[in-house]
């Protein structure tokens, strides 16, 4: 089990705030949006990741519990 | 106004004493079938066996026939009703009819034809689901159809097994009306777009209850395998993709129109039963707009199933064939259909909106000999920056067809880039498009509906 990184793409607004605070899965593409690299987030990760999402002005980054395995 | 006729729907792929035609059985040149002619040709619809399992006997029987969806995504069909049917809210059904692929007519014709076929089939899937709710979704652009499905509804009234609730809804025109989570936000009061999935139609659709979503065909192909059996429907077909479908041939070819095609029949064989050719091929687009093109020089070798197809790269999707003339300018029609998919995207997904536009523009210099630097290098960095960012399956589909089209005209592509416009780029279109999407009319040379 671990925690999960999923995009709206429809709700995101391409404010970039997820590629400023996680910039280990995310950078942003030519015009500004999110590119994921990977979705899963470690555990070392989840406390940026969870930041991430919370900081997200439209609400586009969902962090969410995996239910596959890896 | 257009009247359906004989040339909408015919068999093709094997003589017809082999099984050939079925979905297509009894249809002649009178319009659609009445609710009479359709019980005199397929027989009574099996009535509702009451049963003590916890699943309706129908969805096994799906599952042993081996079903998969024909609206293009193949999802099979026993597992889809199967989603719906365990879901703790009453269901609802929604036949899809929308067909907002410009290049294909096969849920028209069922409509225009046979409609019961398909409503035979909605209502089997109501009773194996649980739902007492039948929405039939017909695109606003096919004004026959709408009639020839209001009036059978009609004609069902009181019918043993009928759902209580049968309507018709009128879905606007558009590329992505018919995607499944658009036609839901439609029928709950919303613009015909899709939506951020999931919750999937089938966890949480119309008025959000439990929402099965299925294609006329699909439903039609139901109706007939409740009446005949999972071990008839295997009888056509290869064995990844048992039965038969409903194609829609249409470009370089004598008889373009909608036909009856066992699954893995040879593409040559499908031609000759249209006429064959008109002049050289230079290509096949298979699948759709949103789908693969095949060069010329290979398609004696097609065969029309997905295991055969996917060699090419390619799929049946939703049926659909489309022949390109050697007269056509290949890279011209492309930037064509590149342009008008980057207009049909719903412009709800950044990567979608703009990686398609970037892509069109890319393309359209690429033709007037306009580009700078490789355009071909800048249209596959596009492509890998655009596929599977958005919401729904559009960006993909869109960028399979240009990346097809790049890999199948690469010396045409070559040509232009260095050259600019060559002289059949001013050849009317043979991809036909609608002009405008609410006005339902077609430019190029269109696909002949009647």
Request: aromatic share 4%.
């Amino acid at each position: 089990m671990s925690d999960r990184l999923r995009l709206n793409p429809i709700a995101c607004q391409a404010h970039g705030m997820c590629a400023e605070l996680l910039p280990e899965r995310i950078t942003l593409d030519e015009w500004g949006y999110p590119l994921i690299e990977d979705e899963r987030v470690p555990h070392t990760l989840i406390v940026h990741a969870r930041r991430a999402a919370q900081a997200c002005p439209t609400f586009a980054l969902l962090l969410e519990r995996d239910r596959r395995r890896d | 106004m257009s009247r359906a006729t004989p040339a909408l729907g015919r068999a093709a792929g094997r003589a017809v004493d082999s099984g050939l035609p079925r979905l297509l059985a009894g249809v002649d040149g009178h319009g659609g079938m009445s609710l009479r002619e359709h019980l005199a040709t397929h027989g009574e619809l099996p009535g509702e066996r009451s049963h003590r399992r916890r699943e309706a006997p129908l969805i096994e029987l799906l599952e042993h026939a081996g079903l998969r969806g024909r609206g293009g995504a193949g999802f099979p069909t026993a597992k889809k009703l199967r989603a719906v049917a365990s879901a703790r809210r009453r269901a609802i059904v929604v036949i899809n009819a929308a067909e907002g692929e410009p290049a294909s007519l096969k849920d028209r014709t069922l409509c225009e034809l046979t409609p019961h076929l398909m409503l035979d089939g909605g209502q089997l899937a109501a009773q194996a689901v649980g739902a007492d709710e039948l929405i039939v979704c017909v695109g606003e652009s096919s004004p026959d159809s709408l009639d020839s499905v209001a009036e059978a509804i009609a004609e069902r009234r009181g019918l043993p097994g009928a759902p209580a609730r049968v309507h018709l809804s009128v879905v606007p025109s558009g590329y992505l009306a018919g995607q499944e989570s658009a036609l839901v936000s439609h029928l709950n009061g919303g613009p015909a777009i899709p939506r951020f999935t999931p919750p999937m139609p089938f966890e949480q659709g119309v008025r959000r209850r439990p929402t099965l979503v299925s294609n006329a065909e699909t439903l039609a192909h139901i109706a007939l395998i409740a009446r005949h059996g999972s071990a008839w429907f295997r009888v056509l077909g290869v064995g990844s993709q048992p039965g038969s479908a409903l194609l829609t041939l249409s470009g370089a070819v004598a008889d373009p129109g909608v036909y009856e095609i066992e699954h893995g029949a040879s593409l040559a064989s499908v031609v000759a039963a249209a006429g064959g050719a008109s002049g050289r091929v230079r290509a096949a687009l298979v699948g759709g707009y949103a789908g693969t093109w095949i060069d010329g020089g290979l398609l004696n070798g097609v065969a029309l199933s997905d295991e055969h197809l996917a060699p090419h790269g390619a799929a049946l999707g939703a049926g659909v064939v489309v022949l390109l003339s050697a007269h056509a300018c290949p890279v011209a029609e492309t930037v064509r259909v590149a342009s008008w998919l980057a207009e049909q995207g719903a412009g709800q997904c950044g990567p979608c909106l703009n990686g398609l536009n970037a892509l069109a523009a890319t393309l359209e210099q690429l033709l007037q000999g306009a580009a700078q630097g490789n355009s071909v290098r800048r249209i596959e960095r596009l492509a890998s920056l655009t596929r599977g960012r958005g919401a729904c399956g559009h960006p993909d589909g869109a960028v399979r067809f240009v990346l097809s089209a790049v890999r199948v005209f690469s010396e045409e592509f070559a040509d232009h880039a260095r050259h600019g416009p060559c002289d059949a780029c001013a050849r009317p279109a043979e991809l036909a498009l609608p002009v405008d999407p609410r006005a339902g009319r077609l430019r190029g040379d269109p696909v002949p509906v009647a």
